[in-house]
T-cell receptor
Framework: EDQVTQSPEALRLQEGESSSLNCSYT??????LFWYRQDPGKGPEFLFT???AGEEKEKERLKATLTKKESFLHITAPKPEDSATYLC????????????FGKGTMLLVSP | GAVVSQHPSWVICKSGTSVKIECRSL??????MFWYRQFPKQSLMLMAT?????????EQGVEKDKFLINHASLTLSTLTVTSAHPEDSSFYIC????????????FGSGTRLTVV
């Protein structure tokens, strides 16, 4: 069974204080690992897809990396508008596979 | 980018009534759409996979007679919660993927259902 564990559950940062969110996963062959941002009362907003170990992707203050067991979402010099819940999901490399989500990390960036 | 529109964004209904939620892919065709349910501070849990022109595939433990899914066109899927009860109150989200763009799965804005 595919599993995704995200840590920490919640993270509070000061504006400009860089940090990383962790996503550990077990999957029977990884087709893709996805990062999403979710604001309260909204649907998830797509950030990145990573496909193989060693891959990195960047978007503004966010950088996602991938190893064979985990992914990190690095947030550099965060701003209050980066406050949200960040979700990680994996898709297995089987014939027909859906996304398995972690519970998310709730990030709060204070000015 | 791909856009998925979901309506309504919130609904309050009386116990025993039915509620329909719509999910539309606005600028792409989606042969497959996904319906999720999310409880506070919990993961998105896949309820069912909606297939255009055929029956939906339900996840284990999801009552297909209670959560009716119709995917009548390549841009529209609907989820009907029948005979709703307070325990059905939750946040329902749909998703689809624009395979032609190679992008990730796009989610709708979600529907907050409250059954009173």
């Amino acid at each position: 069974e595919d599993q995704v564990t995200q840590s920490p559950e919640a993270l509070r940062l000061q504006e400009g204080e860089s940090s990383s969110l962790n996503c550990s996963y077990t999957v029977s062959g990884l087709r893709g690992l996805f990062w999403y941002r979710q604001d309260p009362g909204k649907g998830p907003e797509f950030l990145f897809t990573l496909y193989s170990a060693g891959e990195e992707k960047e978007k503004e203050r966010l950088k996602a990396t991938l190893t064979k067991k985990e992914s990190f979402l690095h947030i550099t010099a965060p701003k209050p508008e980066d406050s949200a819940t960040y979700l990680c999901a994996v898709q297995a490399n089987s014939g027909y596979s859906t996304l398995t989500f972690g519970k998310g990390t709730m990030l709060l960036v204070s000015p | 980018g791909a856009v998925v529109s979901q309506h309504p964004s919130w609904v309050i209904c009386k116990s025993g009534t039915s509620v329909k939620i719509e999910c539309r892919s606005l600028d792409f065709q989606a042969t497959t759409m996904f319906w999720y349910r999310q409880f506070p501070k919990q993961s998105l849990m896949l309820m069912a996979t909606s297939n255009e022109g055929s029956k939906a595939t339900y996840e284990q433990g999801v009552e297909k007679d209670k959560f009716l899914i119709n995917h009548a066109s390549l841009t529209l899927s609907t989820l009907t919660v029948t005979s709703a009860h307070p325990e059905d109150s939750s946040f329902y989200i749909c998703s689809a993927r624009d395979s032609s763009s190679g992008g990730g799965y796009t989610f709708g804005s979600g529907t907050r259902l409250t059954v009173v």
